[in-house]
Protein backbone atom coordinates (compact mmCIF):
# COMPACT_ATOMS: atom_id res chain seq x y z
CA UNK A 1 0.00 0.00 0.00
CA UNK A 2 1.43 3.48 -0.84
CA UNK A 3 1.50 5.85 1.92
CA UNK A 4 -0.19 8.89 1.32
CA UNK A 5 -0.65 10.60 4.23
CA UNK A 6 1.06 10.73 7.88
CA UNK A 7 0.58 9.44 10.72
CA UNK A 8 -0.96 11.30 13.51
CA UNK A 9 0.71 11.49 16.50
CA UNK A 10 -1.78 10.81 19.75
CA UNK A 11 -0.64 13.57 22.14
CA UNK A 12 -2.04 16.19 19.06
CA UNK A 13 -3.81 19.13 20.96
CA UNK A 14 -6.58 19.46 18.72
CA UNK A 15 -9.37 17.01 18.14
CA UNK A 16 -8.44 13.90 16.20
CA UNK A 17 -11.24 14.45 13.53
CA UNK A 18 -9.96 17.83 12.22
CA UNK A 19 -6.51 16.97 12.75
CA UNK A 20 -7.74 13.82 9.98
CA UNK A 21 -9.72 16.41 7.69
CA UNK A 22 -6.60 18.45 7.40
CA UNK A 23 -4.40 15.20 6.30
CA UNK A 24 -6.84 13.89 3.58
CA UNK A 25 -7.56 17.86 2.98
CA UNK A 26 -3.72 18.20 2.00
CA UNK A 27 -3.42 15.16 0.11
CA UNK A 28 -6.56 16.30 -2.21
CA UNK A 29 -5.44 19.90 -2.55
CA UNK A 30 -1.84 18.75 -3.48
CA UNK A 31 -2.57 16.02 -6.08
CA UNK A 32 -1.75 13.13 -4.43
CA UNK A 33 -5.48 11.95 -3.98
CA UNK A 34 -6.55 12.79 -7.78
CA UNK A 35 -9.96 13.31 -9.02
CA UNK A 36 -12.10 10.30 -8.91
CA UNK A 37 -10.12 8.19 -6.82
CA UNK A 38 -12.11 6.02 -4.25
CA UNK A 39 -11.65 7.07 -0.31
CA UNK A 40 -11.16 3.69 1.29
CA UNK A 41 -11.97 3.86 4.58
CA UNK A 42 -9.88 1.24 6.48
CA UNK A 43 -7.14 2.12 4.25
CA UNK A 44 -7.11 5.56 5.10
CA UNK A 45 -7.58 4.62 9.16
CA UNK A 46 -4.82 2.37 8.79
CA UNK A 47 -2.20 4.95 6.91
CA UNK A 48 -3.08 7.63 9.74
CA UNK A 49 -2.71 4.85 12.75
CA UNK A 50 -6.37 5.53 13.73
CA UNK A 51 -10.03 4.13 13.92
CA UNK A 52 -12.48 4.23 11.00
CA UNK A 53 -14.65 6.33 12.82
CA UNK A 54 -12.77 10.13 12.47
CA UNK A 55 -11.92 9.12 8.77
CA UNK A 56 -15.92 8.99 8.06
CA UNK A 57 -16.67 12.26 9.85
CA UNK A 58 -13.85 13.61 8.25
CA UNK A 59 -15.63 12.45 4.91
CA UNK A 60 -18.61 13.67 5.23
CA UNK A 61 -17.27 17.18 6.02
CA UNK A 62 -15.74 17.46 2.94
CA UNK A 63 -18.80 16.17 1.34
CA UNK A 64 -20.18 19.50 2.74
CA UNK A 65 -16.92 21.23 1.46
CA UNK A 66 -17.74 19.84 -2.08
CA UNK A 67 -14.05 18.42 -2.18
CA UNK A 68 -15.58 14.94 -1.67
CA UNK A 69 -18.84 13.32 -3.15
CA UNK A 70 -20.49 10.27 -1.83
CA UNK A 71 -22.16 7.55 -4.67
CA UNK A 72 -24.71 5.48 -3.55
CA UNK A 73 -23.65 1.66 -3.00
CA UNK A 74 -20.18 2.69 -3.93
CA UNK A 75 -18.91 4.91 -1.22
CA UNK A 76 -16.34 8.41 -1.32
CA UNK A 77 -14.86 9.52 -4.04
CA UNK A 78 -12.41 12.77 -4.36
CA UNK A 79 -14.54 15.23 -6.48
CA UNK A 80 -14.04 16.37 -9.48
CA UNK A 81 -14.18 20.28 -10.19
CA UNK A 82 -16.45 21.01 -13.10
CA UNK A 83 -15.62 24.50 -15.22
CA UNK A 84 -19.49 25.75 -13.88
CA UNK A 85 -17.92 24.56 -9.97
CA UNK A 86 -15.08 26.94 -11.04
CA UNK A 87 -17.20 29.76 -12.68
CA UNK A 88 -19.47 29.69 -9.50
CA UNK A 89 -16.64 29.98 -7.30
CA UNK A 90 -14.72 32.58 -8.73
CA UNK A 91 -18.29 34.72 -9.33
CA UNK A 92 -18.94 34.45 -5.70
CA UNK A 93 -15.20 35.21 -4.00
CA UNK A 94 -14.62 37.70 -6.52
CA UNK A 95 -17.72 39.65 -5.23
CA UNK A 96 -17.08 38.82 -1.35
CA UNK A 97 -12.98 39.75 -1.95
CA UNK A 98 -13.21 43.18 -3.91
CA UNK A 99 -15.94 43.99 -1.21
CA UNK A 100 -13.58 43.18 1.97
CA UNK A 101 -10.39 44.92 0.06
CA UNK A 102 -12.32 47.90 -0.07
CA UNK A 103 -13.58 48.15 3.48
CA UNK A 104 -9.77 47.24 4.37
CA UNK A 105 -8.32 50.16 2.52
CA UNK A 106 -10.78 52.22 4.90
CA UNK A 107 -10.16 50.42 8.29
CA UNK A 108 -7.07 48.33 7.98
CA UNK A 109 -4.57 48.83 11.10
CA UNK A 110 -0.98 49.74 10.87
CA UNK A 111 0.39 46.28 12.39
CA UNK A 112 -1.63 44.71 9.88
CA UNK A 113 -0.17 46.71 6.86
CA UNK A 114 3.14 45.24 8.17
CA UNK A 115 1.89 41.65 8.69
CA UNK A 116 1.12 41.76 5.39
CA UNK A 117 4.46 43.10 4.28
CA UNK A 118 5.96 40.35 5.90
CA UNK A 119 4.00 37.89 4.18
CA UNK A 120 4.93 39.35 0.97
CA UNK A 121 8.60 38.98 1.72
CA UNK A 122 8.20 35.82 2.74
CA UNK A 123 7.07 34.40 -0.87
CA UNK A 124 10.00 35.21 -3.12
CA UNK A 125 11.86 31.90 -1.41
CA UNK A 126 9.10 30.03 -1.24
CA UNK A 127 8.43 30.48 -4.85
CA UNK A 128 12.12 30.01 -5.80
CA UNK A 129 11.69 27.12 -3.97
CA UNK A 130 8.23 25.38 -5.40
CA UNK A 131 7.40 24.96 -1.69
CA UNK A 132 3.93 24.55 -2.60
CA UNK A 133 2.24 24.09 0.89
CA UNK A 134 3.99 26.92 2.32
CA UNK A 135 2.81 29.55 -1.23
CA UNK A 136 -1.09 28.10 0.22
CA UNK A 137 -0.41 28.61 3.78
CA UNK A 138 1.39 32.06 3.09
CA UNK A 139 -1.67 32.98 0.40
CA UNK A 140 -4.46 31.89 2.52
CA UNK A 141 -2.94 34.02 5.08
CA UNK A 142 -2.79 37.16 3.42
CA UNK A 143 -6.10 37.52 2.73
CA UNK A 144 -7.35 36.66 5.71
CA UNK A 145 -5.35 39.70 6.81
CA UNK A 146 -7.59 41.23 4.38
CA UNK A 147 -10.90 39.70 5.56
CA UNK A 148 -10.00 40.35 9.08
CA UNK A 149 -9.26 44.31 8.08
CA UNK A 150 -12.50 44.34 6.38
CA UNK A 151 -14.54 44.61 10.15
CA UNK A 152 -17.24 42.56 8.70
CA UNK A 153 -18.31 39.51 10.29
CA UNK A 154 -20.44 38.45 8.50
CA UNK A 155 -18.45 39.35 5.29
CA UNK A 156 -15.36 36.96 6.73
CA UNK A 157 -18.28 34.13 7.74
CA UNK A 158 -19.34 33.55 4.12
CA UNK A 159 -15.85 33.63 2.76
CA UNK A 160 -14.91 31.11 5.30
CA UNK A 161 -17.84 28.84 4.48
CA UNK A 162 -15.81 29.26 0.74
CA UNK A 163 -12.47 28.45 2.11
CA UNK A 164 -11.98 25.18 1.36
CA UNK A 165 -13.59 25.15 -2.32
CA UNK A 166 -10.82 27.95 -2.47
CA UNK A 167 -8.10 26.48 -0.98
CA UNK A 168 -8.78 23.01 -3.81
CA UNK A 169 -8.75 25.07 -6.82
CA UNK A 170 -6.17 27.39 -5.93
CA UNK A 171 -4.13 24.50 -5.11
CA UNK A 172 -4.07 23.17 -9.12
CA UNK A 173 -3.22 26.39 -10.71
CA UNK A 174 -0.21 27.50 -8.72
CA UNK A 175 2.00 24.82 -10.80
CA UNK A 176 0.95 26.81 -13.85
CA UNK A 177 4.16 27.95 -15.39
CA UNK A 178 4.48 31.78 -14.72
CA UNK A 179 1.35 31.98 -12.24
CA UNK A 180 3.23 32.29 -9.21
CA UNK A 181 5.66 35.10 -10.00
CA UNK A 182 2.50 36.79 -11.42
CA UNK A 183 0.78 36.17 -7.89
CA UNK A 184 3.58 37.47 -5.91
CA UNK A 185 3.38 40.91 -8.49
CA UNK A 186 -0.47 41.04 -7.70
CA UNK A 187 -0.49 40.74 -4.17
CA UNK A 188 2.00 43.50 -4.13
CA UNK A 189 -0.56 45.37 -5.72
CA UNK A 190 -2.71 44.94 -3.60
CA UNK A 191 -0.50 45.47 -0.36
CA UNK A 192 0.09 48.83 -2.25
CA UNK A 193 -3.24 49.90 -2.51
CA UNK A 194 -4.59 49.18 0.63
CA UNK A 195 -1.21 50.40 2.60
CA UNK A 196 -2.47 53.79 0.58
CA UNK A 197 -5.72 53.54 1.70
CA UNK A 198 -7.10 53.50 -1.99
CA UNK A 199 -10.22 52.08 -1.92
CA UNK A 200 -10.75 52.33 -5.58
CA UNK A 201 -6.99 51.06 -6.37
CA UNK A 202 -7.57 48.15 -3.69
CA UNK A 203 -10.87 46.64 -5.63
CA UNK A 204 -9.23 46.76 -9.03
CA UNK A 205 -6.52 45.61 -7.81
CA UNK A 206 -8.08 42.59 -5.74
CA UNK A 207 -10.44 41.78 -8.95
CA UNK A 208 -7.45 42.00 -11.36
CA UNK A 209 -6.01 38.88 -9.16
CA UNK A 210 -9.33 36.70 -9.18
CA UNK A 211 -9.91 37.27 -12.80
CA UNK A 212 -6.15 36.03 -13.40
CA UNK A 213 -6.28 33.14 -11.29
CA UNK A 214 -9.88 31.96 -12.61
CA UNK A 215 -8.01 32.23 -16.20
CA UNK A 216 -5.32 30.15 -15.07
CA UNK A 217 -6.83 27.10 -13.57
CA UNK A 218 -9.34 27.10 -16.85
CA UNK A 219 -6.26 26.70 -18.32
CA UNK A 220 -5.23 24.06 -16.47
CA UNK A 221 -8.40 21.98 -17.10
CA UNK A 222 -8.40 22.69 -20.48
CA UNK A 223 -5.14 21.13 -21.02
CA UNK A 224 -5.69 18.21 -18.54
CA UNK A 225 -8.91 17.24 -20.33
CA UNK A 226 -7.06 17.32 -23.55
CA UNK A 227 -4.77 14.97 -21.88
CA UNK A 228 -7.08 12.96 -21.10
CA UNK A 229 -8.93 12.82 -24.52
CA UNK A 230 -5.59 11.76 -25.94
CA UNK A 231 -4.51 8.97 -23.41
CA UNK A 232 -8.12 7.68 -24.27
CA UNK A 233 -8.12 7.94 -28.20
CA UNK A 234 -4.06 6.32 -27.84
CA UNK A 235 -6.44 3.65 -25.71
CA UNK A 236 -8.47 3.08 -27.95
CA UNK A 237 -6.32 2.67 -30.98
CA UNK A 238 -4.08 -0.11 -29.07
Known amino acids: MVQHLKQIPLDSYRPLRDVVVDNIRQAIISGQFPAGMRLMELQLAEEMGV ?18 VMIPRRGAYVADISI ?3 NE ?3 IRTALDVLAAGLAAERIGDDEIREMKTLLDADKPLVAAKDYP ?6 TAFHDIIYKASRNRRCMNIISNLREQIT ?25 AIAQRSVDKAQKAVRTHMENAERTLLKVIEAQEKEKEAAEKKEGNA
Open 168 to 192: AIRGRSMPYPGRLDDMIREHQAIYD
Open 89 to 91: VYE
Open 134 to 139: RIIEND
Open 84 to 86: KDI
Open 51 to 68: SRTPVREAIRKMELEGLV
